[in-house]
């Protein structure tokens, strides 16, 4: 078993996944500078797709099928301010829903790896 596949066994396979994905939306919808990049958004396939990308990312056996981050993000303008505040309130959630400092560090490390492609675009 690889170490990703680990991490998504830890911290409890999709139905821990989507529990991370609530309460992250949760916060980014009810945030003031985050809000006007959701507005005209589809938000079931907007959970649906992060839900993929989050298993994926902790190495489930889930792959993302979504657009590639480049052109998912391509127009939208995304500052680095807003995506560090994506990023925070997927390690609240990711903590809140009792994924290990270690494992919230090894996903959030793996967002982060992706700031090229979504910041600015």
Known sequence: MSEAQSIYR??????????????FYDRVFEDPVLEPYFESTDREALYAHQVQFISSVAGGPVSYDGDDMQRAHSGMGITEEAFDRVATYLGEALRENGVSNDDAEEILGRVADLRPDVVGQ
Request: glycine share 22%.
């Open 10 to 23: 830890r911290i409890g396979g999709r139905d821990a996944v989507e529990a991370v994905v609530d309460g």
